[in-house]
Every structure is written in structure tokens, then in C-alpha cells.
């Protein structure tokens, strides 16, 4: 059995949020504060026995954000479990409680947590007149959590993901229609109290390594002192009577030697003489902290490591973070297989990004090796090295809609040869455009190395700091990829970078062009036409596709950027390419001419000459404000970004102030007036436009000009 399906209907930061997963391995990947706690916090609610007892404890603080005034709102935490035993006793608790009956045995069956308005408030609710606006109003003010109950159903059959079933069960708060159905059967029965499914499952939660040290210092929290206690209850007594009976000797040898029985006397004489003898203690002696009981001197063993090759083995605390993170998970991985052995239901372990601290290798290796059977495995990670040995097929992402977080299955509705080619590929780049914000695809090293440089150099800010993943798929083709950006997959904006591939010479066949002219305009129209191709292909891919962009360099990237005046970059890198000053002196005037014929064909030499990737690198390293980024580059970073917030273009505005020259020629004050509009810019007392005149007005012509209409 394994849980095959969790909704989170307005819990925490899931307005509405349905997760899949798969027997066996499952990946869970997501920004910081996308929700992968929360995920683990809903699944523990319902199957760890730890948190069961506060289950009833949720508050408003639990209910999402985006509903503005909870009240009269439900919670709704549904795992829906598939390949249900056949085992007698087993088939009786989903009977009785979760299951759904097909052919009198069980296969699929629903457990529910819901926290709703208890029966009196539903009821006020259900009799409520249609658009009786004013009547919700002041029945909402009187609700408090104190009128919230929680209640665990199973045999549900409403999809609780469909905003249109919330409705009906709940109500339309926005019309005014709640039902008079108090407990509708879609939601399922209550749980008879005398049945837990937590009861029946093995379920083990490892926490996120973050405070290792603080962990094994706890009395709850420690993994060692948990195993120490499972075991204690199988010790023979007649093995640990004769050590208790030696730690009973060596307390009392401590305790009567002379320097402890005086510094015992001096201290009762001292108190005496301070408190009376009507204050004093009745009785006071110095022993040794070993504990003299069987079981609690077996709990009271500690764990000691060596690292190294040396001898010498330390405490938890001299350990490194990732040698003690490393201990903590292999305990809590025992303690799981200790409880696997005794019978139940199902087995699940949770596991919070183990990743904090361990070797890639390490986190590769573990990840490998938790092949548990009859055991599913849900992990939550930030790494990459985890994430690309996940099969993709049980991967969900997290990602942030404003205040909202969603779920999304990267392989939904994708056939399985499509399934495995992106598999292949995220194993090959180590999967980081999963955990992007927003991605960027280009097919080239020159595009991979120099638009960062370009962003990060021309607009102050780097492609990190917005959030955006440039990921170059090289030969793997856009279609392989970009399928993953879909309403169905992954609801996150993709841009797309590809050449037009439109000649920059006259390719015009002329009985009159030398051999090798010949082959050159047969292979430049031969690009021209597999450019057009490309255009017309992918364009059809991105169609009706809110997700994916297409944006298109004119000729090449080369091409391109020494067209939109970056020549003087490419002849500040003539020396890494060339060492005869004649070819230098010639390649200077080709790249500084206005001729696309003359320029493009030296800076296309010039690439293949010395390697591409290796040219973009000399490139990269001059390049300064002062260049200029080709309009589709910029078109394609903010189509993926989306809108700039007004902090991040008037950090952008202010970045440029900083590389203006005006202050040497016009005084320190010609920027004031900018200054001024910015501020109130800044402030929302003024509007994008305000500040695009005011930008122009002071520094006409700059780069900040061709972003600032994104705001």
C-alpha cells in the first residue's frame, strides 16, 4: 500500500494543491517557502502518531492566507492510498473506515482530515437567503477557532481539488449559497475513534538536518537515546545485574574518598551557617551522575565517532556538520527499519532535505541506496545531486504564485518515450532548471557564457537575482524540453533563444563566384532555410501555450551583438585571437564597418576559429555597461521574469546613475531631478511613465530604457 494522491485545500500556503506520487522513491523539490514543510506537516498530521494528538489543535494561522477572512472556510487534508492488502485485518480497517469497495475487497482508499465550522455554525450558513451579503457578514464576525472542529472521514469520493466540488460542499461566499446538507456523503463517513490508520502503518519522519548537535542533547529528539529505549525492555536482567552492581561499588568508592567527604562537610557546615538548621537540608551527598538502574544506564550511552584514520574517536559536537548530519540520518534510518520489522500496513519514510552539509557524493550514494522494500520514500530537497538521480515520473515541484504555492508533475500526460528522453537529459545537467523560478533555453555556449555577463554588467543585476535559469540543451533540441513548461507539467515561464539563422550576405548564386563563395552561400541558404524551419516548428510548439516564448536572433548571436554596437568589445578580444598585427589591423576595420557582410563574416571567423565557447569567454571578460544587449535577448529575460517590481527597476535605475559619466561634464547635481522622480517612483507616487520621462530626459539613450517599460 502507498499513497498515491494528497490534496491541501486552504491549508497554510496551498489555496489548492494536489500532489502524486508513486510506490517506491518520490522526489519533492521546490524553492524556500514553496511548501515542502507544510506538505510533510499535513502527511504527519494524518499518519505519524507523534503529531496525531495535536491534529484537532489547527488555528487560523493554519488556514491560507489568500482567503482573507477565514472564517467559515474549511481545511481539507485528503491522502488517497492505492494497492490497498488483501490481508484480512487489514481490508477490515479500510472496510470500516477508508475504503472504497469495488468487488467486495478494497484496492484504493480515501483518509481525510477535515477542520471546519461545527454543525450550528453550518447550519446558521445553510439558512442564509441567496446574496444575503449583509446576514454572512455579521454571522462571519461572531465565528472564532473555538467554533472550528476537526474531523477525520474516509470513503470519499469528492475531488476536493475541483474549486467547483469546494463550493458545493462548502458554500459560494461570494454569492451567498451554502448548502443545508450538514454532512454531505461526498466527504465521506467519520472514522470510528476506535480506528487509526496511523495505528496500522509504520511511518518514520526525519526532520531537516539543520541543528545536529542540539538533536542528541534532547530527551525527545534524540535518535540514539530513541533506540536505547526500544531496546532496554529486551535486556537480560541477569547480564546487567552484576555491571549495575559494579557502577553501585564505583559510586561508592567515589563517594567515600576524603576530598569528597570534606568538601560534602564543608558544604553542609556552610549552610548551616548561613540558612540555620531550621533551613537546612535534611540530608546531602556527593555521588557520581551514572545511574545506577538496568535501563536508564543503558540510555544513558552515548554515540563516539572518529572521522579520520586516527584513533582518537570524539563526541557528536567535535564531529563536522556534515559527519554529524551524516550520523543523525543513519540513526533515524535505523530506527525506521527497526520499526519495519514488526508488522503493518504499509511503511513510509519522510525524509526533509537530508542534503545540509553531506558530500554530493554522499547525498548521490544515499539517495541510490534507500531502496527499503515494501517502503515508500518521500524526500524533500534542494539539491540537484539528489534530484538528478530522481526519476522524473515521481518528482513533483513546488512553485509560488504570489502568496499562493502550487504543485506540479513534470511528466503529467507525457508518453513514455517523451518521458524518457527528459529523463535523460536532466541527468546529463543535473536537473537545475526544475528548481528555477523561470528558465531561459539556448542551444549555444556563446549564449550560455555571454547574456549572464550582459545582465549582470548592462542592468546591475544577475539572472540569479531574478530568478531566472539559463540552461543551454546543446544538441538534446527545445522540443525535448520545453514540452516539460504546460499548463498540465510545470506552470512556469520558459523563453526560448534560437537563431533565425537569416543570411548577413548576399547568398545570391552568381555563375561568376569561386568554388569555395559557392559553397559558403549554398551552406548560408541551407541555414536560412533550416532557420526558417525551426521558426515555424517551434512556434507551433509554443502555440496556445501560455508558459513558452519564442524569441529569435535576426542572423547568429555572434552576428547580432556586434550589430547592436558592441563592436569595440570584439576588438578589445582581437589579441586573444589573432598575433600578426596586419590581420589585427585588418579584422579592426571588418568589425567596425557598417557592412553585416564584412563584420558578420569576421566575427563568425573569429568563433570558429578559436572555439566558441572559448571566444565567448575572452568576450565575457570586456564586457562593460557600456554595452548594448540585442532587443530579443532583453524581450526573452523578461517574458520569463514577468513584470519587474518597481524595488528591482529602480535598483536597475540607480545601478545605471552609478556608471554615468554626466557628473564629470554637468556637476554632481545633474541628477537630482531623476533622483527626485525616483524616490516618489519608489514610493508609488509616481507611475512607470513618470519615471521613463524623467530617464530619458537626464540619460537619453540608455540601456535602462529598452527594460523599464517591463515595469
Not at 472504497?100 to 450558513?125: C, M
Not at 540558612?275 to 537546612?280: D, K, P, R
Not at 536508564?296 to 572521522?307: A, D, I, R, T
Request: glycine residues 6%; aromatic residues 8%; charged residues 25%.
Amino acid at each position: 500500500m502507498h499513497i498515491s494522491c494528497v490534496q491541501l485545500v486552504n491549508y497554510r500556503n496551498f489555496a489548492n494543491a494536489t500532489f502524486r506520487f508513486n510506490a517506491g522513491i518520490n522526489t519533492v523539490i521546490g524553492e524556500n517557502g514553496s511548501g515542502k514543510t507544510n506538505l510533510f506537516r499535513a502527511i504527519r498530521l494524518m499518519l505519524d502518531d507523534d503529531m496525531l494528538r495535536w491534529a484537532h489543535k489547527l488555528d487560523d494561522g493554519d488556514f491560507h492566507r489568500g482567503l482573507g477572512n477565514w472564517r467559515g472556510h474549511w481545511i481539507i487534508i485528503s491522502l488517497e492510498f492505492v494497492e490497498v492488502s488483501q490481508d484480512e485485518a487489514i481490508q477490515a480497517l479500510f472496510l470500516h473506515g477508508t475504503g472504497v469497495v469495488e468487488d467486495e475487497q478494497i484496492g484504493t482508499a480515501t483518509y481525510n482530515l477535515i477542520f471546519r465550522p461545527n454543525a450550528a455554525i453550518r447550519a446558521k450558513l445553510g439558512e442564509l437567503k441567496i446574496g444575503d451579503q449583509a446576514g454572512l457578514d455579521a454571522l462571519l464576525k461572531t465565528i472564532t477557532i473555538d467554533d472550528y472542529e476537526s474531523v477525520f472521514t474516509g470513503k470519499s469520493t469528492a475531488d476536493f481539488s475541483d474549486a467547483a466540488v469546494y463550493r458545493s460542499l462548502v458554500g459560494n461566499f461570494e454569492t451567498v449559497e451554502f448548502p443545508e446538507e450538514l454532512s454531505p456523503p461526498e466527504i465521506g463517513g467519520r472514522m470510528p475513534t476506535v480506528l487509526s490508520v496511523s495505528k496500522e502503518v509504520c511511518f518514520t519522519f526525519v526532520q531537516a538536518l539543520r541543528d545536529v548537535v542540539s538533536e542528541f542533547q534532547g530527551q525527545r529528539t534524540n535518535p540514539l537515546l530513541t533506540l536505547l529505549r526500544g531496546k532496554s525492555g529486551e535486556l537480560d536482567s541477569d547480564k546487567l545485574d552484576p555491571i549495575t552492581q559494579r557502577v553501585n561499588d564505583l559510586n561508592d568508592a567515589i563517594e567515600e574518598l576524603s576530598d569528597v567527604t570534606e568538601i560534602r562537610t564543608h558544604i553542609r557546615q556552610t549552610i548551616r551557617d548561613a540558612a540555620g538548621e531550621a533551613y537546612s537540608p535534611a540530608r546531602l551527598s556527593i555521588r557520581s551522575g551514572v545511574p545506577t538502574e538496568a535501563d536508564k544506564l543503558f540510555q544513558s550511552l552515548k554515540l563516539f565517532v572518529g572521522e579520520t584514520d586516527e584513533e582518537y574517536e570524539g563526541a557528536i559536537h567535535e564531529l563536522s556538520l556534515g559527519g554529524a548530519n551524516l550520523i543523525f540520518l543513519t540513526l533515524k534510518l535505523l530506527e525506521f527499519k527497526y520499526q519495519q520489522s514488526k508488522w503493518a500496513c504499509a511503511n513510509f519514510l519522510l525524509i526533509e532535505e537530508p542534503e545540509a552539509h553531506i558530500h554530493t557524493h554522499i547525498q548521490k550514494t544515499l539517495f541510490d541506496k534507500l531502496t527499503y522494500p515494501d517502503t515508500q520514500v518521500i524526500y524533500s530537497t534542494h539539491s540537484t545531486q539528489i534530484s538528478e538521480v530522481s526519476n522524473v515520473e515521481n518528482v513533483n515541484i513546488l512553485g509560488r504564485q504570489g502568496v499562493r504555492c502550487e504543485a506540479y508533475q513534470p511528466a503529467a500526460g507525457l508518453t513514455t518515450p517523451v518521458i524518457r528522453s527528459i529523463q535523460r537529459y536532466l541527468d546529463a545537467v543535473r536537473s537545475n532548471l526544475l528548481f528555477a523560478k523561470s528558465v531561459i533555453l539556448v542551444e549555444g555556449d556563446a549564449e550560455e557564457i555571454l547574456i549572464p555577463a550582459l545582465i549582470k554588467e548592462v542592468y546591475g543585476v544577475s539572472l540569479d537575482e531574478l530568478g531566472i535559469s539559463l540552461v543551454n540543451i546543446r544538441s538534446t533540441g527545445f522540443e525535448n524540453v520545453a514540452v516539460l513548461f504546460h499548463n498540465q507539467r510545470v506552470r512556469k515561464r520558459c523563453a526560448i533563444i534560437t537563431d533565425l539563422d537569416t543570411a548577413y550576405f548576399d547568398i545570391t548564386p552568381d555563375p561568376l563566384d569561386s568554388d569555395s563563395k559557392t559553397k559558403a552561400k549554398e551552406k548560408a541558404a541551407g541555414s536560412q532555410s533550416a532557420g526558417l524551419a525551426r521558426r515555424a516548428r517551434l512556434t507551433a510548439l509554443i502555440d496556445g501555450n501560455n508558459w513558452l516564448s519564442l524569441h529569435l536572433a535576426p542572423h547568429t548571436f555572434e552576428v547580432d551583438f556586434i550589430a547592436v554596437g558592441n563592436a569595440e568589445i570584439a576588438v578589445a578580444a582581437l589579441p586573444s585571437v589573432y598575433v600578426d598585427p596586419p590581420t589585427i589591423a585588418t579584422a579592426t576595420t571588418e568589425l567596425r564597418s557598417s557592412d553585416p557582410a564584412s563584420y558578420g563574416t569576421r566575427i563568425i571567423t573569429m568563433a570558429k576559429g578559436a572555439g566558441k565557447g572559448w571566444f565567448a569567454i575572452q568576450l565575457a571578460k570586456l564586457v562593460t555597461h557600456n554595452a548594448r544587449i540585442p532587443s530579443y535577448i532583453t524581450e526573452a529575460v523578461f517574458a520569463a521574469h514577468g513584470r519587474i517590481s518597481r524595488a528591482v527597476a529602480a535598483n536597475m535605475v540607480e545601478y545605471r546613475i552609478s556608471k554615468s559619466d554626466l557628473p564629470d561634464l554637468l556637476g554632481d547635481d545633474c541628477f537630482d531631478e531623476l533622483r527626485g522622480v525616483l524616490h516618489q517612483f519608489r514610493t508609488d507616487q509616481a507611475d512607470t511613465q513618470a519615471l521613463i520621462d524623467s530617464v530619458a530626459a537626464t540619460l537619453s539613450g540608455d540601456a535602462i530604457l529598452d527594460v523599464l517599460g517591463y515595469a
